[in-house]
């Protein structure tokens, strides 16, 4: 364990970590702290151009191997089964509604995750494939898709007849997804030429605006915790031990299938992160029954700060442990 | 001088789009919007810092009042939101620079 | 349809917390707030620039009006500040996916 | 409290200050103004991107309203824009922070 | 043509132009992509902040040499002679008001237009000088002017006594105008020594705020593309070949008092640009009985993507040709 | 006074200076520039989380050392003590009210002219250390707290009785002081390594930043300036010449504990600037009795310029004279 304390403590003395703590500790003692809408908008519209543009110009360099087809395959997979056993661990306690809504949004994944332990990668000097962006971009939409089977199965109130049209539409081409995605080929398409000419700001900025965007983020939770009382205990334990019985999960297939320690922690923390922007809003349209409480305030103010402090390095370590 | 209602829209940005084209249809083809709208409903509401509310204000003759909220309720039942109508009379402006 | 009140209150940021508290304690629990307004009320101003309005519109019962005004009208002496009241209707919506 | 009018102008952003100007004249000295307003209006606009619209309140003395009307009526005819009259009551506030 | 087929592949391989695209495809899929207010009217200021300074810098370098005089004296004729030819070949389908408005559209420029096309130049590694930012800034203005003039010539309603004053500052000090000139002059002050602190922020960044601009107008100018269908046909054929006849004009004129090519193709790009900023404003202003859906829809919806895709590589084969 | 002309315009030269004045003439000729809300608040979000985070990172290289301790001895000295004596001036025209809040406006500081002072000091080559950020901190709030007894003590309404728990949480956790003392408490815990990833953005574009910052500062400045009508020659004076006076003092105070000149500068001029943001927000708040265009306006409108303009250099100036 003395490793992963001191990987705990390199990670928390980052300035991305510590800064999220800031908004939180802004937010604690009543600062009238805040980042003005639309800026914190702005921030996560670049980080998704800046991860997507990079994974695309890496993902041309390496080409598409076995290597890459089989992690992609594992990312859809995870992305389809998470959200049918979490679903089984939440009907314990919860009605169909409200399991098939938590189940899709800790299926899904969140990608302000992905890009702390990205930054926290680079930091160490461990690299990592570009085309887990990829995986990143695969791995946000089939939740809905599940969570929304698992509802028609599950519940036989008839007039659920909502359009799969809208809803497709909303899984696919949501704007994160979209510009993730168009990015990333974007990448692909202009690739080391395109890079050098975007690299000051696609690279230089990338780290400060990170920063910027997790102390929000940190005002963001915090705000979210006083919502915890409501969900109760069983809920706030499930998005601890999830996030980690995820990871293993992840980690064990990334194992199997001999992927480089970099991109096993990220597929990792794939598995390990759940959704509070787009699996939420798809939810709150076809699953109104659903309490948005519910998901929206384990995923934001429990399982984000978890994975960010104590989850990337905890997985780092598991890597280190099932690597040697 | 001249009454007309004023029809107001608080909802989730992503329905904007559709509420648009539902006054639209109505045959209220003026408006105006405001993004960036922080809120709190009666529902739980998701994080208004990632999924912002928009307000959306469009004055119209009295008679098609009622068109409008045919169109307009059924959107607002899927993501939140809600909407008002009050009264209000319109200065009629005709464009004219030589007036100026 | 039926009737509500609309109040819209007009103040420094720095108070918004407080303004939305006061709703809150006053029962009225829904709320939207449109930040970044500049502004020029009677007194003279701080610069708007530096340190922006807020524009909180609620929607109420018009019996909850009396508990509300009591509750905020001590919070806009402090920063300056303003308060209106006038009529609107409801366009009541119960969420429902399947009518859509 | 005491009745009051509110006004309400959408216009584009360039009029701006001729419209304040104008209401300043008028005597209305208080008022809000939101930017960043999206809209569509009976002519057809120039991109709401490049240049937006502000969307103007100000509450007023009813005795005012005549003047003001007759100073915001022209400048509307220049670029577009819409105003808007309602009735309103003020919540009066005395600053005074011992009353906290 | 080949080398004109290869030029434009190249130029449609840039970040900047591709994400043009994909701002109009999500426009075109219904994603839910979008800049939010007021983040494209900041990144515009930055866009002539960087390259105004840049330009004065240059220019201080360069000196005011016959070349440069000659030049900005072609750019203020082309500037007025522009909306005059055009004015006669639009009154053969329009009236006098929407003929006077859209050859004044036409007649003044897009600096958006500019700024890609000397991010093309630079990629391709050919020089320009930083004069041509002061072309670009006395290109825009005369065309209002010009406009007005023949509103008053060819019609004959007595009425029009708008204040010119007025009219001349909209021209003169419209923001565009006042932030690209004033920071010219700028940058000419402070020279060399200036530059040197700035360029982190004034040139690292310009290449990413030029991309995230193009996606917003991506996105822009594919709202305004269902407008089209009520400017008919003519407009549609003139907004894309009077670009291609004003920028051959252009050049035959940078040939004849010898600019160097990347000058030149710079010079070529402003006269086949139009204006669906301030021009329009200043319309809209003077000549309210000319429709604003004609002159923003064609120069916003047509002219401006068929410059940025089409017209940037074809004036610069056009100047291969030429200049050989 | 030959080298002190030629600091004046060398520092009058920089890009900075020069787009504060840009600002100013923006406001003056009518142009519709301006830099849309809320764009100046990320601007300034971004100054204080830079110098502050660089401030941490210089601190922990140079210790805690016992110069470090006297300059901030010095600086919470001066906090207290420039108000008191500013109060006894300012009575001599002013009502116990007005004059309090003014003296509290001049007891406390303007981050943005310490960081334009401190991008002079860069540009000159001159050293400074980090720590004077923390000087800088430390003086935005006591002068809120003595003000509040002056007038406690000078009047006699008896029912004042605001809460005192909410003017210190005013003073000390309003976001400029969090944000600043935060990014400072972050540099020192992640040290020269967290500098390594954020140096291009906390560094790179500093420049550019605090450029566009004081473009709008020019802005809201010159639209200030109207209301010096009303505040009459005396505040006018005043406004010029307690600045001269304060630094003055602070030079005399740097002498005197041997600070270097550098830190000596920053010191003179966090001692001549005023406050007009967190200042007047407490003002407006417990002591609304006094006039805000009053300390608002003097304030923004001449101490400022006054500072950034002929205060630096001039101050600069003093200390080649005195370190000879
Ligand atoms: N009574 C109200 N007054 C003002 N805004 C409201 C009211 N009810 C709802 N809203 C706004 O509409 C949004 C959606 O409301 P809801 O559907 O009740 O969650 C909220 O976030 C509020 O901003
Ligand atoms: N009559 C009014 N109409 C519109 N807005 C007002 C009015 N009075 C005050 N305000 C707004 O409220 C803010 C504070 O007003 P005051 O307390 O009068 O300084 C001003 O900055 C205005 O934006
Ligand atoms: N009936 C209306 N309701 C709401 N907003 C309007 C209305 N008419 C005009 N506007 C706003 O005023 C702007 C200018 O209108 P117009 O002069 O009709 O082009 C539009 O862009 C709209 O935002
Ligand atoms: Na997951
Ligand atoms: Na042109
Ligand atoms: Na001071």
Partial sequence: MDLNASLIISNILNPPV????????????????????PVPKLLSLYL????????????????????????????????????????FI?????????????AATYGSISAVTFITASAFLTELGIDFDGYMVAAL????????????????????????DFSWSEVLQEAFLNSSVFLLVGSLLIGVLTGEHGWQVM??????MFYGVLTFFLLDMGL?????????????????????????????????????????????????????????????????????????????????????????IVGIPLYLYGIELLWR | MHIVKRIEI?????????????????????????????GKGLRE?????????????????PELLKTVVENIRPLLNKFGGACYISDSMEIRSVRCVASL
């Fill in chain 2, 10 to 38: 608080i909802a989730n940005s992503i329905e904007l789009g559709k509420i648009l084209d539902g006054l639209d249809k109505a045959g209220v083809h003026s408006h105006a919007v405001i993004r960036n709208v922080a």
């Fill in chain 1, 220 to 308: 963001v939770a915090a705000r979210r915790i006083k919502d915890l009382q409501k969900t109760g205990i069983f809920l706030i334990a499930f998005a601890i031990l999830i996030p980690i019985f995820n990871a293993g999960i992840g980690l064990l297939i990334a194992r199997f299938i001999g992927m480089p320690q970099g991109n096993a922690l990220l597929f990792a923390v794939l598995c390990a992160s759940a959704s509070y922007i787009a699996v939420p809003a798809a939810m709150r349209m076809t699953v109104p029954e659903a309490n948005p409480s519910l998901y929206v305030s384990t995923a934001l103010a429990v399982t984000f700060p978890f994975n960010i």
């Fill in chain 1, 137 to 160: 971009a695969l791995m946000e939409s089939p939740a809905i898709i599940v969570g929304l089977i698992l509802v028609n199965l599950f519940t036989t109130d008839g007039k659920r």
């Fill in chain 1, 199 to 204: 690299e000051p700001f696609a690279q230089g």
């Fill in chain 1, 90 to 102: 939440l009907k314990l306690k919860l009605d169909n509604y409200d399991a098939a809504a938590i």
């Fill in chain 1, 18 to 37: 510590l800064f999220f703590f800031l908004g939180m500790t802004a937010v604690f003692v009543r600062s009238d702290l805040e980042i003005p809408a």
């Fill in chain 1, 48 to 87: 998704l151009f800046a991860i997507g543009f990079k994974g695309g110009v890496e993902l041309i360099k390496s080409g598409i191997t076995q290597e890459v087809v089989l992690t992609l395959l594992a990312a859809i997979s995870m992305a389809c089964i998470v959200p049918i056993y979490t679903f």
């Fill in chain 2, 45 to 61: 509401d998701l994080d208004m810092t990632m999924l912002d509310n928009v307000y959306i204000i469009a004055f119209c003759m």
